[in-house]
């Protein structure tokens, strides 16, 4: 953050510097995959961890700026660990109803194209439409959200279809109820 020339947007933009945020969301799939830790994640002990997983959230935007650029982004995505398995693995409580709401479901499904791709159509709103920052804004959102959506249907679609033709391994099963939800949508 102090020793590079853009030491502070390096850190936000870069891969080394982000890619453990990937890489916890991939271990949690690991371990839901595995009976022995699936059974110690049981309601009662997500019930214990969230409050601690969303005051652990809460407290990494207290960050100085340096924390703010280095530690924020790990520890925020452990302390999203515990809320996103609940939220999966548990739709009916409270805390996941409103998650679990259709309209977040649709843009769950799309968030990683609008992820891909939403800073190159804000830059090309911000360049090319000239319009009160309300209209720059809703401009934006509509083009990413329309642009995630055809990505989302021409690319992912495909090749989620072509990967079900695949057989499976036999005895291998989803047991992620968001899994199935999200693949029958």
Not at 23 to 34: K, N, P, Q, T
Not at 122 to 137: C, D, E, N, R, S
Request: charged residues 15%; hydrophobic residues 45%; proline residues 5%.
């Amino acid at each position: 953050v102090h020793t590079l020339p853009q030491g502070e947007e390096y850190c936000y933009m870069a891969t080394d510097c982000r890619l453990d945020s990937i890489l916890w969301g991939s271990l949690l799939a690991s371990l839901e995959h595995d009976e022995g830790w699936r059974s110690q994640l049981t309601l009662s002990r997500l019930k214990w961890l969230l409050p601690f997983a969303l005051g652990l959230l809460v407290y990494t935007f207290a960050f100085s700026q340096t924390g703010r650029m280095t530690f924020r982004f790990t520890l925020q995505s452990i302390a999203l660990l515990p809320v996103i398995y609940f939220v999966t693995h548990f739709p009916q409580s409270l805390l996941a109803r409103p998650l679990n709401h259709p309209v977040l479901v649709h843009l769950g499904t799309l968030s990683y194209a609008l992820y891909l791709i939403h800073g190159a159509i804000i830059q090309m709103v911000l360049k090319f439409v000239h319009a009160p920052t309300a209209v720059l804004w809703i401009t934006a959102a509509a083009t990413v959200y329309l642009a995630g959506l055809a990505i989302h249907l021409g690319i992912e679609q495909p090749f989620l279809r072509l990967r079900s033709r695949r057989t499976k391994p036999q005895g291998s099963q989803d047991r992620s109820p968001a899994l199935q939800v999200s693949r029958s949508s």
